[in-house]
């Protein structure tokens, strides 16, 4: 089943304790990315990768790091995690090495950074 | 620079009726791609439709309809005869041409009440 898997899904931890969420993808997509969703502001993008490799900023990009060492696996990693991070979190991905077309979502991750 | 503004937060309605949902963009670009996702009280983000700047051709898919209108750079949603089912936020979104950026609007959530 084509699937965008991550983990963990939900996440209570504290300040300052790095952490990653992991991101993995089956088909084969070039395009992948990661949003954070909060009340009353909607999606907003983290990092995107086009390929292999290649990462960028999205519009919200302070206190997080990004890697794509395989072109299936997109972790966020969070090296000193703070309050104003606690957020639904999506990662997906798509054809192609930009977004034109439609992306496909995994199911979030929850974290509440204490 | 791109934008969308989707102006209703929230939307109540009752069964059956029928209800537009307002996406505007903003682009300078004369290539860009359009789409709504709709996600369910459940959390998970589907795709619902995707249309690029050449195509002007409004679309149908059974109780849903989408009117893309250039001239008011806008992206409407309408849902006829609304069901239960139906209750989401639904997001409207816009990538450039020449962008490796997807950006969102903040979502509308509909409620349809029996």
């Known amino acids: 089943e084509a699937q965008v898997t991550q983990n963990p899904r939900y996440l209570i931890t504290v300040t300052g304790k790095k952490l990653t969420v992991t991101c993995s993808q089956n088909?084969?997509?070039?395009?992948m990315s990661w949003y954070r969703q909060d009340p009353g502001l909607g999606l907003r993008q983290i990092y995107y990768s086009m390929n292999v490799e290649v990462t960028d900023k999205g519009d919200v990009p302070e206190g997080y790091k990004v890697s794509r060492k395989e072109k299936r696996n997109f972790p966020l990693i969070l090296e000193s995690p703070s309050p104003n991070q606690t957020s639904l979190y999506f990662c997906?991905?798509?054809?192609?090495?930009?977004?034109?077309?439609?992306?496909?979502f995994g199911d979030g991750t929850r974290l509440s950074i204490l | 620079a791109q934008k969308v503004t989707q102006a209703q937060t929230e939307i109540s309605v009752v069964e059956k009726e029928d209800v537009t949902l307002d996406c505007v963009y903003e682009?300078?670009?004369?290539?860009?791609?359009l789409f709504w996702y709709k996600q369910p009280p459940s959390g998970e983000l589907v795709f619902l439709i995707r249309?690029?700047?050449?195509?002007?051709q409004n679309e149908i898919s059974g109780r849903y309809s989408w009117n893309f209108q250039k001239s008011t750079s806008s992206f409407n949603f309408t849902i006829t005869a609304s069901q239960v089912v139906d209750s989401a936020v639904y997001f409207c979104a816009l990538v450039q041409g020449g962008s490796e950026k997807l950006v969102f609007g903040k979502g509308t959530k509909l409620t349809v009440n029996p």
């Open positions: 682009t300078r670009d004369t290539t860009y791609y």
């Open positions: 997906a991905s798509s054809l192609g090495s930009k977004p034109h077309q439609p992306q496909h």
């Open positions: 088909m084969n997509h070039e395009y």
């Open positions: 249309r690029n700047s050449f195509d002007e």
